[in-house]
Structure formats: structure tokens, C-alpha cells
């Protein structure tokens, strides 16, 4: 569930909800921000944020028709530093200022997980929406590792994170700040200490919980001047405690059961983990032509019994022209385990269709679950603009529910695969035995058979005859 | 094609056959002998050598440092599953999480068809009472207690002439006691329930699609604990690096086998062998590899190796290239059948040791039965192998962190792989750690062995058909007549009755003995496994009884024609053919148990008729049933391992592996105990038939 996504690259084409345009957005803007939160496993996670807006020329012409919506995923895909600098190069700063010169590459690859996305849209100028401007967001979200990056200590700072420090906003921000996550665990004391001590705090409902930041803001002067740069530090008060890391209220679990290569199964474990809402989820399933889905197989229970979907959307696969596409809205019951299971049958493919690499396997891509996760904690309704970037993550929809995006792991299916060293000594040795074989029963086929009465004459006849007599045996 | 259509060369051809078929026969069965013998010679046996590109050439170096850890987790362990009397689960589960590791756990319970007698299983009884079972507690036969020599122990002699510590000493030889004491148990022994502690070490950045194992089997005593250090301190090692592209899996079960059973079950969510478990938490993604680790000592003398798994499926040959490679690397002394590699292949030496390493593999092989918890895996398409260490009386010891290394060597090419291990060779015999011989090169000598059924078979048919031809034209006219529908009418019906008799022996012979446990054990003074065994050999000889009584009514007819020789010459001819496509099924599955069989029961059943010395003919047959065919190898088997068995123990190793065989049918899905039941007894019972045709 918590693997690390590959890099996708959401192109919204939709605008998005209403709630979200303003009447005059600032023009030619940039904002970043850097969200730490310190983890109570002792990793830390990192989220920059960076948002871009200019105007356009293009005029918006209606609403989006959805027939150009488009959908596609890349399931196998290593994220390295040649993801890493072409997406640096789109900031206005580029990795020389502000924020981003903590995106250092040989520390950013030595994380435990590692998340990339570019998020371009439209974004409505006024109220009447006849003018755009264009919003490009990029965020970068690594999580280091106390056991890998820290050598098992569990207090950071951004130089043990990034070996870099913060000693200038990028003149070109009209916001630049660094979030850290204060957050009590416990109610009694403070857990967490963070140095130096934050000016201000921001404090909001995220994710259903609510969390407290500490803010530092670079463009205010006196931070940095102080000391020349900006070290921040984080430092549990009391260790936490080897325990398990608390369970979100939705998460999933995607497999192939079975063995063999003739057939097998797709299940997707979706848990809610939410002690009394049940909520719905939407499954969104893009499974390849060459795993050849049984719809009539597909089951879903959950608590041992059958959850009916209260909506259904199948597009069979063409082979090699398009996918299955499986969309499904399943209520997911209180504090339960849904297993949506599918059977497949493993296709053969065409012998120049197997990839270099053919007993690797093949990916399947994930699942996506869209859902509106109730909060603990109600959340008001905020204005985007002025609340922070990372607000918009999880946007809110009516201060009970919040949405979430989950992306199941991707697949390793194997196919059938022949041995390729062998085609061609298969072909010459199958090819020989059919025309032997044909060749002899053809013969068989379309002979004449009569008995043929033996010959009397013949000289070598007539001669073994007559040895034959000497000897006293019958005659030939 | 043409040699069969044309009449007379056809009749030169059968008399061919007719005329040279006993020494062609027996020159087919010297040549297969012979040609299995020679595959111990160098032309024959090759070089290993590694074929996946991706593990040969790049270097890893080796740091595990962590042998100090080890001994303390060892130690730890030990302490805590001496406590609980079980697997320490919570202690597991707090130290795995505390070195890094994402850990869940999994329950499961199996209910066995009848109480395992070779292992001592913690069981929770009705009462919920758990507690060990005294193993030479009051219940059954003195044969029980040898028991504990089971096969799963072969591991401990090694070498020449060192006999190992293990086993052996601790209820092996003594002499068999009858205990009388027969009340029925106090608590639902067949109940097998425990659970398994797994880890996951999640590769930095990668999707967990793939994933390698680490596994320690634990069982009810106390050994393993060693095993168990290494992992969590080669976990902890592991867990700093950045390296790893696949996640990794450090897995305890409990029960050896039965906990592995349930967790590869459960991984892929499949119901093969009625195992109750609760799902899994957590996965990673497609298994690539997996290693089983089973270590007793602080110190080893050797690591042995084992890779026949379930059914005779052999990991794929560049995994054991791979440990090899280690093992140079290392200086490790590392064994294969508990026997050291010969040096010289030149000379005679050599070869010959090589030839006692592989009828140790054939034997070990043909068993069918998973030697170490990797057998398990080899169902799923894992590729796996077993890691033994062996602390005998040598002098030079080598500590945990050798085998560490070697472990963390394997584990980082392993993590190299780009594909599946595929390269090399799947099928393939070993006389030696480097040496290997492939199908190829071994199949002939199956082929050979099987070659005499054909020729005998063929010799039948011709002969059958000339009795026909020469009845109705006693001159002999050229051509090809089809023998007259009427005759062949009276001939296959004859057939029928003993076919279906010996196979009602053999499905009685496979669903019986467990089925009617309960009522043996309510008749008669046994307990649940003596009764099966019992059952199962009282059975096998009732078998032997039969055919008197079954084609008496048949004979009359048959020898009411005119060729009485007919009835039996066609039951032989089916149960050659009968047989001699079962052997060729198996031997392409399980070479080893093909030829093994092939070798006792073809000649035997080449020579049964019911002319001749019949007496003689019986001995042979018996002497070469399925069933004596196992008493065999198991004396075999002793006897190469340097560890001679009296007449006696090998009576009761065979009960044993009687037993053991019928319960990991039923446990594990092994194939041995449906094979000879339901295919070879029935067919070799048709022999028998012949033999005493009347």
C-alpha cells in the first residue's frame, strides 16, 4: 500500500470544483513550501510543493467533453535522477535558490520512498470563467529512513536530510515557508522539539485529524539573517517506541493468488479500518488484453458475505488494442475487509510480442481508489487560496468527509512463456515429424492394395527351387 | 511406414523380434543399467556452471559482521520458546519490528488424518490444554519410537567415516519395546494448530512487486534456534543497506513444513491440502527465490545442501550454482548428501563416490517427500534449496558469520536478478556439488529399461496374433489379416474382471486404511497411525490372495477355446503396456522414481507366465513389489549413507515410512502414496494375476 508510486503524470484537463476559482488568482506567481513530518517510527517524511500560475491566451470554451478524457498508466517505472533534473529545470529558481536547493539527488535517492508528480490545469480568472490562467504544481514527497539514512537515530535535521541548509527564499516567491508537523501524540506533553523555536503556528484538520505546523517563513528576514542560514531541527523528547504505526481508516492490498500459468486470480483487499462509518469507494481496474478476465467470476464479500456494487462499468479488452477496463462503487462496510476477486486466464501471446525480458514477468497496473473518507475531527471549510498548498491534497468536501487517491501496488504477472532458445529447433524438429508422418500416411491412404499371385518363372526362383527339392522342403 | 505395409518384410521384421527377443531384452536391460552407471563418468557428467548472466559476473562484497548478534538472538530465543514451550511469537514479532521490519503474523491449523508419530507437535487439545506429548509415552508399538530417525535426519553423517551427532543417538537404536498400555488419548491429537512470524523488509523506492525469502523452519524441539539468530541479525544487517531492488521476506514457521505449508498456501491465497489459516496482511509482490536455513550450532563444520522437493521438483540448477559459488568464495566445506566432493575425476575414485552422492540423490529423490520446507516452495515456482549446518567432529569450525556472508552473498545476487531464474537446467542429476548430469544425458538409461516392456509387449502381440492366424490358416497365407472380431471379443472381455479387481485393490488400498481407521482402532488394540499402517499392509497382501479366486470362471472359458494360452498372454500384454506407460509418465516427471521402479519391476515383469518355475517367478515378483521396492531402498539408502541397518530397524523404518508417506499425501499433496496405490499396485497385481493363471 505504501509502495513507492511511480512517476505519474496527471494531466487534469477538468477544472476543478467551483469552490476552487477565484475571481482575480495572482498572476505570474510562484509559491512553495516544504511540509515535515516527523513519523513515529523515527522516518521523517518530506513533501516540497511548488506551485506555478500564469496567464493564457486560451479561452475556455464550455465544459471539458469528456470524451477526450483520457487514462493511462505506466506501471513499471524506476524513478532516478533522470526524473529528477528535467522536473527541477521547471522551477522558476531551478535548484539555485529557495527551497529547491535542498533537492539534492544523492540524497533524495537514498530515501524509503520516493513520489514525483507534475499537476497542470486551468484555473478560472474571474467568476464567469472567460478567462484562464494556467496553474502548474510540482510536488516531490520522499520519506527517510531511520534505519537507512539516519543509521537508526531518529532526530533530524534538514542537513542530516538533505546535507544542505536554507539560506535564501527565491526572489521570484511570493511565498516561501517550511511546515513542520508539531503535532502532540499524547495529550499530556509535548513530544517533539523543534529548534529553532517556530515564530508562528498554523494549525488545521488534515487527513480527518487535526495537526499542528510549525511555520517558517523565508521571506520574512529575520529568520534567516540571524544565523546566516536556517538548520531547522527535529528532536523527540521521549524515543517513540517500536509499535506499529497507526492504520489509516482506508487502505488496500492488491495480488495475483494462484499458481501455474494457465490461470489465476485477481484480488484486491480493500480495508476500512474506521471503528463505525461505512463509506463508499470507487475501483478503478485497467487490467491488460493478455490476462483474459472471467467477469463472471468476479466476487466481492465482505465480513463473509456478498457486497453487491451499486455500480458497475465493464469495457471488455480487445486483444492488443485495448485493455479491460472494470469501474466499480462499493460501500465498504465498518471496520471491514472487502475482497473484490476476479479470475483470469493467462493469454499466449505472439512470439515478437514478449518483451526483451519475457520471464521477468509482466506489470499490471494498479488499482485506483477514489473515496470520501469520513474525519475524526470536522473541518471547516477553508479558503484554497489563502490556506496552505498542502491543504489542497486532501481537499475537504463538506467538513466531515475528506478525499483520498490510492494507488494499490502494481502487478508481476508471468505468462507462458516459451524457451527462446528453442522456436526454431521446435519448428524444424515439429515441421519434420508432421511431413514424415504425413508423408507415410498419405502413402497408405491412396495405395492400391491386391495380393499379387507369385511369378512361376524367374531363373534365381527356379534355381532355389530346385536347392529346395535337394533339401526335401516345399517349394517357393 | 513403408516396412509395415509391405506384408513380407513386415514377417521378417516379426521374426525378428520373436526369434532375438530374450537377448534383446536382457541386453536392454544390462545397457540401461550400464548407462546409468556411467553417468558418473566425466563425458558423461559435466561441469556446473552458471548461466544467468545477471548472477555471474558482478561482484558483491560481503559485510556482515553480525555474528555476535546472532549468537545473543540465538540465545534469546532459545530462552523464550523454552518458556512459552512454543514458537515465541510475540518475542519474534517485537524483534523483527525492532530491527526495522514490517512484521505480521499468520495462524493456521490443520486437522491430520491420522496423529504424526515422528514429530512431537504441541497441540491444543478439546480442553485447550497445550503441552508436548511424551514421544515413547504409553501409546502404540515399540516401532513407534525408531520413528524418530526419520528421514528428515539424513543430514547428520557426513564424509567418509564421521558419524554425525543428531538423530541417531537419541531413540534410534534402541530395541523395540512393546508397551501395552493402549488407552485412548486424552486430548484431539490430530489437531496440529501454531503460527508463523514473518517480516518484510521493503526494497527503498521499489513497488514491492518482487520479493525473496528467508526461511527457518522451527520445529517442537528445540533446534533451529541458531537459524533463527542469523536471520533477525542478517535482517538487521540487511535493513541498513540501500541496495536492495526486491523486498525480502524473513519467515518462522512453526511445525517445520506443516507452518511453511500454510504460509505459501495463504500467500497465494490457494486451498491445496485443506489447511485452515488466516489470511495474510502483508505481501511482496511475486516470490522470486527463497533460501531455508536450518542450524542447530554455534559453529558449523560444513553446510549441507539440499534441493529435492516435493514430488522429486528440483529448483532450477543456477541457485545451487550460486551457493557453490559462495562456498568457494567463502572457504566454506560445504556437502551435497552429506557427502564431501571427490577431488579427482580421473581416476576411478572419483566417479565412485560421485556414483554413492547420486543414488543418494535418486533415492532421496524418488521419495517424492520435500527434504527441508524449500520442497514446499517448488510447487509455486519458487526456486528454493535448504542450507544445512552440520557440526560434526571435524577440526575446523566455522562460526555464524561464514554462513552469514555466504547467506548475504546469495541474497545480493539474487537481488541482481532481473528475471526469473530460467536459464539453467530444471531437470538434472548430481554426483557431486560441481558436477551435474542433465536430462538428456540420463534419460536413455529410462528409455532402455523401458524399451524391454516394448520388445516383451511386442513379442505378446505377435504372438497373440499368430495363434489367431494360425487357427484359422494353419498354412500361413501372406497378408495382413485383422484377426476376427469374435475371438479378440472373448480375449478383452476376459480381461476386464482381473482389470477392474486390481484396480478396486488399489483404490481400496489408497482410501481404506485411513478411512477405517477408527473401526481398527475400536477392533483391535492399535492406535490411530499403527491401525493405518496395518490396514494398508494387510490390504497390500490381501492382494496377493485375490487373484485364485477371481478368473477360475473366466479360465474355463478361455481354455474352452483353442489357444489357451491366450487369456494370459493378452492380461500381460495390457498390464505391460500398462505399466510401461506409467513408468514413462513418471520417469519424465521424476526420473529418479521411474527408473528406480523401472529397474526392480521390469524384470520381474518381462519374465511372469504362468509356465515355467512358477515359485521362482513368485519370489521375484514379490521381491520387486512397489512395496519391497521401499523396504529396499531404504536399506539402500542406510547402507550409503554408512549407517547400516539391522533387520529389524529397517522393518521399522519401513512402517515408518509407510506412515510418513500417507500423511504427507494428505499434508502436503505428495504424489508417492496415489501413485503406487491407485497406478503401480493394481498394475503389478495384473503380474501377479498372470502368473498364477490357471
Known amino acids: 500500500m505504501a509502495a513507492a508510486m511511480p512517476l505519474a503524470l496527471l494531466v487534469l484537463l477538468l477544472l476543478g470544483r467551483r469552490g476552487w476559482c477565484l475571481a482575480e488568482p495572482p498572476r505570474d506567481s510562484l509559491r512553495e513550501e516544504l511540509v515535515i513530518t516527523p513519523l513515529p517510527s ?251 478476465l472471467y467477469v463472471h467470476t468476479l466476487t466481492i464479500t465482505s465480513k463473509g458475505k456478498e457486497n453487491k456494487p451499486s455500480y458497475i462499468h465493464y469495457q471488455p479488452a480487445q486483444d492488443r488494442l485495448q485493455p479491460h477496463l472494470l469501474e466499480m462503487l462499493i460501500q465498504l462496510p465498518a471496520n471491514s475487509v472487502t475482497k473484490v476477486s476476479i479470475q483470469f486466464e493467462r493469454a499466449l501471446l505472439k512470439w515478437t510480442e514478449y518483451t526483451p525480458d519475457p520471464n521477468h514477468g509482466f506489470y499490471v497496473s494498479p488499482s485506483v481508489l477514489s473515496a470520501l473518507v469520513p474525519s475524526v475531527v470536522a ?94 522342403v516345399p517349394p517357393l | 511406414m513403408g516396412l509395415l505395409s509391405d506384408p513380407v518384410r513386415r514377417r521378417a521384421l516379426a521374426r525378428l523380434v520373436l526369434r532375438l527377443n530374450a537377448p534383446l531384452c536382457v541386453l536392454s536391460y544390462v545397457a540401461g543399467i550400464a548407462w546409468f552407471l556411467a553417468l558418473v563418468f566425466p563425458p558423461l557428467t559435466q561441469r556446473t556452471y552458471m548461466s544467468e548472466n545477471a548472477m555471474g559476473s558482478t561482484m558483491v562484497e560481503e559485510q556482515f559482521a553480525g555474528g555476535d548478534r546472532a549468537r545473543a538472538f540465538a540465545r534469546d530465543f532459545a530462552a523464550h520458546r523454552k518458556k512459552s514451550g512454543a514458537l515465541p511469537v510475540a518475542w519474534l514479532e517485537r524483534t523483527m519490528r525492532s530491527v526495522g521490519l514490517e512484521v505480521y503474523t499468520q495462524s493456521f491449523s490443520r486437522k491430520l488424518p491420522f496423529p504424526d508419530e515422528t514429530h512431537e507437535r504441541y497441540v491444543l487439545g478439546e480442553w485447550g490444554v497445550p503441552g508436548p506429548r511424551a514421544h515413547l509415552g504409553g501409546r502404540g508399538l515399540g516401532w513407534v519410537s525408531p520413528w524418530r530417525v526419520s528421514w528428515g535426519q539424513e543430514a547428520q553423517w557426513e564424509g567418509k567415516s564421521l558419524v554425525g551427532i543428531g538423530g541417531l543417538e537419541k531413540g534410534g537404536l534402541q530395541r523395540p519395546t512393546t508397551v501395552t498400555l493402549r488407552s485412548p488419548p486424552p486430548y484431539c491429537i490430530q489437531m496440529v494448530s501454531g503460527t508463523n512470524v514473518y517480516g518484510i523488509l521493503r526494497a527503498p523506492r521499489a513497488a514491492s512487486t518482487e520479493s525473496l525469502v528467508l526461511t527457518v523452519p522451527c520445529g517442537s524441539d528445540s533446534t533451529n534456534s541458531q537459524a533463527v539468530g542469523l536471520l533477525l541479525a542478517l535482517a538487521a544487517h540487511f535493513r541498513g543497506q540501500i541496495y536492495w531492488a526486491k523486498d525480502i521476506i524473513f519467515l518462522v514457521t512453526e511445525h517445520d513444513l506443516l507452518g511453511t505449508e500454510a504460509w505459501l498456501e495463504a500467500y497465494h491465497d490457494v486451498n491445496v491440502t485443506g489447511m485452515q489459516s488466516s489470511p495474510l496482511q502483508g505481501r511482496a509482490g511475486a516470490i522470486q527465490a527463497a533460501v531455508a536455513l536450518e542450524l542447530s550450532s554455534d559453529v558449523v563444520t560444513s553446510l549441507d545442501v539440499a534441493v529435492e522437493g516435493l514430488n522429486g521438483q528440483l529448483p532450477n540448477l543456477d541457485l545451487l550454482n550460486l551457493f557453490q559459488t559462495f562456498c568457494q568464495k567463502g572457504g566454506l566445506l560445504c556437502t551435497l548428501q552429506g557427502k564431501l566432493q571427490p577431488q579427482d575425476w580421473t581416476s576411478l575414485d572419483g566417479p565412485l563416490q560421485g556414483l554413492q552422492t547420486l543414488l543418494l540423490m535418486v533415492l532421496r529423490q524418488a521419495s517424492g517427500r520435500p527434504h527441508g520446507s524449500h520442497g514446499l516452495f517448488l510447487r509455486y515456482r519458487v526456486e528454493a534449496l535448504t542450507l544445512r549446518g552440520i557440526n560434526s567432529f571435524r577440526q575446523y569450525k566455522y562460526d555464524l558469520v561464514a554462513v552469514g556472508k555466504a547467506l548475504e552473498g546469495m541474497f545480493r545476487k539474487l537481488n541482481h536478478l532481473l528475471e526469473r531464474l530460467h536459464q539453467s537446467f530444471f531437470l538434472y542429476l548430481l554426483p557431486a556439488l560441481s ?252 503380474f501377479w494375476n498372470v502368473l498364477f493363471w490357471k
Not at chain 1, 524367374?458 to 530346385?466: C, F
Open chain 1, 42 to 292: 523515527g522516518d521523517v517524511a518530506a513533501t516540497f510543493q511548488f506551485r506555478t500560475r500564469w496567464d493564457s491566451e486560451l479561452q475556455r470554451e464550455g465544459d471539458t467533453d469528456h470524451y477526450f478524457l483520457r487514462y493511462a498508466v505506466l506501471p513499471r517505472e524506476v524513478v532516478c535522477t533522470e526524473n529528477l533534473t528535467p522536473w527541477k529545470k521547471l522551477l522558476p529558481c531551478s535548484s539555485k535558490a529557495g527551497l529547491s536547493v535542498l533537492l539534492k539527488a544523492d540524497r533524495l535517492f537514498h530515501t524509503s520512498y520516493h513520489s514525483q508528480a507534475v499537476h497542470i490545469r486551468p484555473v478560472c480568472r474571474n467568476a464567469r470563467c472567460t478567462s484562464i490562467s494556467w496553474e502548474l504544481r510540482q510536488t516531490l514527497s520522499v520519506v527517510f529512513d531511520a534505519f537507512i539514512t539516519g543509521q537508526g537515530k531518529k532526530d533530524w535535521s534538514l542537513f542530516r536530510m538533505f546535507s544542505r541548509t536554507l539560506t535564501e527564499p527565491c526572489p521570484l516567491a511570493s511565498e516561501s515557508r517550511v511546515y513542520v508537523d508539531i503535532t502532540n501524540y499524547n495529550q499530556d506533553n509535548e513530544t517533539l522539539e523543534v529548534n529553532p523555536p517556530p515564530t508562528t503556528t498554523y494549525q488545521d484538520v488534515i487527513l480527518g485529524t487535526r495537526k499542528i505546523y510549525a511555520i517558517y517563513d523565508l521571506l520574512d528576514t529575520a529568520m534567516i539573517n540571524n544565523s546566516r542560514n536556517l538548520n531547522i531541527q527535529l528532536k523527540w523528547k521521549r524515543p517513540p517506541e517500536n509499535e506499529a504505526p497507526p492504520v489509516p481508516f482506508l487502505h488496500a492490498q492488491r495480488y495475483v493468488s494462484g499458481y501455474g500459468l494457465q490461470k489465476g486470480e485477481l484480488s484486491t483487499l480493500l480495508y476500512n479500518t474506521h471503528p463505525y462509518r461505512a463509506f463508499p469507494v470507487l475501483l478503478l481496474d485497467t487490467v491488460p488484453w493478455y490476462l483474459r
Open chain 1, 379 to 472: 473541518a471547516k471549510p477553508v479558503d484554497w487560496e489563502e490556506s496552505p498548498l498542502f491543504n489542497s491534497l486532501f481537499p475537504v468536501s463538506d467538513g466531515s468527509n475528506y478525499f483520498v487517491r490510492l494507488y494499490t501496488e502494481p502487478l508481476l504477472v508471468n505468462l507462458p512463456t516459451p524457451d527462446f532458445s528453442m522456436p526454431y529447433n521446435v519448428i524444424c524438429l515439429t515441421c519434420t515429424v508432421v511431413a514424415v508422418c504425413y508423408g507415410s500416411f498419405y502413402n497408405l491412404l491412396t495405395r492400391t492394395f491386391h495380393i499379387e499371385e507369385p511369378r512361376t518363372g524367374g531363373l534365381a526362383k527356379r534355381l532355389a527351387n530346385l536347392i529346395r527339392r535337394a533339401r526335401g
Open chain 2, 435 to 686: 558436477r551435474f548430469v542433465s536430462i538428456g544425458l540420463y534419460m536413455p538409461a529410462a528409455g532402455f529399461l523401458l524399451l524391454v516392456l516394448g520388445l516383451k509387449a511386442l513379442e505378446l502381440w505377435m504372438q497373440l496374433h499368430e495363434a489367431e492366424v494360425g487357427v484359422e490358416e494353419p498354412g500361413g497365407a501372406p497378408g495382413p489379416s485383422v484377426p476376427l472380431p469374435p475371438s479378440q471379443g472373448v480375449g478383452l472381455a476376459s480381461l476386464v474382471a482381473p482389470l477392474l479387481i486390481s484396480q478396486a485393490m488399489g483404490l481400496a488400498l489408497y482410501v481404506l486404511p485411513v478411512l477405517g481407521q477408527h473401526v481398527a482402532t475400536q477392533h483391535f488394540p492399535v492406535a490411530e497411525a499403527e491401525a493405518v499402517v496395518l490396514t494398508l499392509l494387510a490390504i497390500y497382501a490381501a492382494g496377493l490372495a485375490l487373484p485364485h479366486n477371481t478368473h477360475r470362471p473366466l479360465s474355463c472359458r478361455v481354455v474352452s477355446t483353442q489357444a489357451p494360452d491366450r487369456g494370459w498372454m493378452a492380461l500381460k500384454l495390457v498390464a505391460l503396456i500398462y505399466l510401461a506407460l506409467q513408468l514413462g509418465c513418471i520417469a519424465l516427471t521424476n526420473f529418479s522414481l521411474g527408473f528406480l521402479l523401472a529397474t526392480t519391476m521390469v524384470p520381474a515383469a518381462a519374465l511372469a507366465k504362468p509356465h515355467g518355475p512358477r515359485t521362482l517367478y513368485a519370489a521375484l515378483l514379490v521381491l520387486t513389489s512397489p512395496a519391497a521396492t521401499l523396504l529396499g531402498s531404504l536399506f539402500l539408502w542406510r547402507e550409503l549413507q554408512e549407517a547400516p541397518l539391522s533387520l529389524a530397524e529397517g522393518w521399522q523404518l519401513f512402517l515408518a515410512a509407510l506412515a510418513q508417506g500417507v500423511l504427507e499425501h494428505h499434508t502436503y499433496g505428495a504424489l508417492l502414496f496415489p501413485l503406487l496405490s491407485l497406478g503401480l499396485y493394481p498394475c503389478w497385481l495384473l
